[in-house]
T-cell receptor, first 115, second 114 residues
Framework: NAGVTQTPKFQVLKTGQSMTLQCAQD?????MYWYRQDPGMGLRLIYY???????DKGEVPNGYNVSRLNKREFSLRLESAAPSQTSVYFC??????????????FGPGTRLTVT | DQQVKQNSPSLSVQEGRISILNCDYT??????FLWYKKYPAEGPTFLIS?????DKNEDGRFTVFLNKSAKHLSLHIVPSQPGDSAVYFC?????????????FGQGTILTVHP
């Protein structure tokens, strides 16, 4: 039971290059999320997927796209990387019940540098 | 517009003493609150949560207090241990939504000295 896995762990891009960050979870969770963490800013939600087949924008979606490939996998794509997208990216998953939102489980993160 | 704020960027505490981490929120719709702990080069891990129908929740050395009228919550760690040194994030959510979206504070770096 690996929980939430992310690949790659580290990546350096040049401005204008594109890349896809991969995320998978094995907890059978319905909801998945992408965050970025920047110094002094906490974690900010980029996109989320409430369930397979749906995606919605979060707080900072500009410059990103997402794909919920199936229930397990949720990818984040940078079409044309910019230095402002230098950050640590975290994927998370959670399940919801009648009692309300449950805690989210996070992956180990991808450290991205755009030069 | 920062809806969840942790106004202390860092906190230093002696081992064995109490650590108190604070969090304020502005959105009165928030009714579920969580604390996460993060070590360097790892993802955040869930620590403890509280629903707005309660004002206190305990789990071992960790207690979260919620003051709804002040829109304030705090995390108490007693006694503090060096292994508690990490970044602590508070987060808030509105229950009853279909996606469980969390809004995080900026984080507080806790250092526990032996």
């Amino acid at each position: 039971n690996a929980g939430v896995t992310q690949t790659p762990k580290f990546q350096v891009l040049k401005t204008g290059q594109s890349m896809t960050l991969q995320c998978a979870q094995d907890m059978n969770h319905n909801s998945m999320y992408w965050y970025r963490q920047d110094p002094g800013m906490g974690l900010r939600l980029i996109y989320y997927s409430a369930s397979e087949g749906t995606t919605d924008k979060g707080e900072v979606p500009n410059g990103y796209n997402v794909s919920r490939l199936n229930k397990r996998e949720f990818s984040l794509r940078l079409e044309s990387a910019a230095p402002s997208q230098t950050s640590v990216y975290f994927c998370a998953s959670s399940d919801l019940g009648l009692a309300g939102p449950y805690e989210q489980y996070f992956g180990p993160g991808t450290r991205l540098t755009v030069t | 517009d920062q809806q969840v704020k942790q106004n202390s960027p860092s906190l230093s505490v002696q081992e064995g003493r109490i650590s108190i981490l604070n969090c304020d929120y502005t959105n009165s719709m928030f009714d579920y609150f969580l604390w996460y702990k993060k070590y360097p080069a790892e993802g955040p891990t869930f620590l403890i949560s509280i629903s707005s129908i309660k004002d206190k929740n305990e789990d071992g050395r960790f207690t979260v207090f919620l003051n709804k009228s002040a829109k304030h919550l705090s995390l108490h760690i007693v006694p503090s241990q060096p292994g508690d040194s990490a970044v602590y994030f508070c987060a808030a959510s509105v229950s009853g939504t279909s996606y469980g979206k969390l809004t995080f504070g900026q984080g507080t770096i806790l250092t526990v000295h032996p």
